[in-house]
């Protein structure tokens, strides 16, 4: 065996105490002077070696010639080695297991004051931090399913950067993941490839013109639905409520429905010329809209939601944005209660 190779790394042993250790074997009793010439180490660098090797209770004072050192046994000095090494990790076990305990009682005490929180199956949770949290602890218990829909501008979905991680993770576990954006999200390249990346690893994504709201349902039992106020990502309500899951899981199903796969953007027009967003955009006008709700829901600028309400009202040969919207409830675009 070359003595150039280190064998002892794993039990704390470095390169240069290694040789030494070597060298004081084949030359028991050495001097330090010895070894150095023996092993081309500088004396000062021996003398280091030397005590290194002598706390880890690898060589010792020789019984047979005082003032010098002895080297114990390989098989005597590797079970010295893995005896402390042992004993390390037993140390590490056991501070592991008080942090484990520690954390538990932590997480017991927050429990209990969310539980006081939400007795009725739901809670609240303000801050982007909070929320993104508790996106990623339901996100990882999830066994079956998670249904997404990412409503408003693409990078406003909270936890998007640390989403793929979690949908790769869920992926690779076998757990389906379905999610609904905004048309708009496929003129943002980094939606698109965001998304791209997700669909490359197992996901299913598609896109709507509009979504009802921005949420997360998990295995058809557990909701995060965001705020419908100006900033989408500050406020959240945590849904439990088995009736209020399966009511968001049957919208979910019907938007999937209609939604469109992702892929090149829908060119679907109707005999008018209407897109999907002009169809949404005069929906929400006939609703009493302002153009920054518009904007708002369809993940566009306030500037592009005006574009598309003008181009609509051309189309429609419409004099005002409400009219627009009850000529395309007219002629069957819309639902008729929509005027």
């Known amino acids: ?34 070894l150095a010439c023996r092993t081309g180490i500088a004396e000062e ?23 010098r050192l002895y080297a114990v046994s390989p ?3 590797m079970d010295i080695l893995l005896a402390r090494q042992q004993a390390e990790l037993a140390a590490q076990q056991q501070r592991v297991e008080e942090s484990r305990a520690a954390a538990a009682r932590l997480v017991s005490e927050f429990a209990t004051h969310q539980h006081s929180v939400a007795e009725h199956g739901d809670f609240r949770l303000v801050g982007v931090d909070r929320i993104s949290d508790h996106l990623t602890e339901i996100g990882v218990h999830a066994e079956e399913e998670l249904q997404v829909f990412a409503a408003g501008p693409p990078r406003e979905f909270p936890g998007l950067p640390a989403s793929r991680p979690l949908y790769e ?21 980094a939606a698109v490839a965001h998304a791209e990346r997700l669909v490359s690893a197992g996901a299913e994504v598609r ?25 989408t990502r500050q406020a959240a309500v945590a849904v439990r409520v088995q009736a209020v899951t399966t009511a968001l899981c049957t919208l979910f199903d019907a938007v999937w429905a209609a939604a469109e ?20 955009a005069l929906q929400l006008l ?40 009850v000529l395309a409830a007219q002629l069957g675009y819309l639902p008729a209660s929509s005027a």
């Open 286 to 325: 006939a609703e009493g809209h302002t153009d920054a709700t518009v904007a708002r829901r369809l993940g566009v600028s306030t500037r592009t939601a005006r574009r598309i309400a003008t181009d609509a009202m051309t189309g429609m040969k419409a004099r005002s944005r409400f009219q627009a919207g």
């Open 169 to 189: 993770q869920l992926l690779a576990r076998g757990v389906r993941v379905r999610t609904v954006c905004l048309d708009s999200a496929r003129n943002d390249p």
């Open 1 to 34: 065996m070359r003595t150039s190779e280190h064998l002892l790394g794993r039990l704390g042993v470095d390169p240069t105490a290694e040789r030494v250790y070597r060298a004081l074997l084949a030359q028991p009793h050495a001097e330090p002077a010895e």
């Open 207 to 231: 896109t709507a013109a509009v979504l009802p709201t921005c949420m997360v349902v998990v295995d058809r039992r557990s909701a995060l639905v965001l705020s419908g106020g100006q900033d």
């Open 261 to 280: 796969r992702l892929g090149p953007a829908p060119s679907r027009r109707t005999a008018d010329g209407f897109t999907r967003q002009h169809l949404a």
């Open 45 to 67: 660098e021996v003398d280091r070696s030397l005590d290194r090797l002598a706390g880890l209770a690898l060589v010792r004072p020789s019984a047979e010639h005082p003032r």
């Open 75 to 77: 098989r005597l000095g």
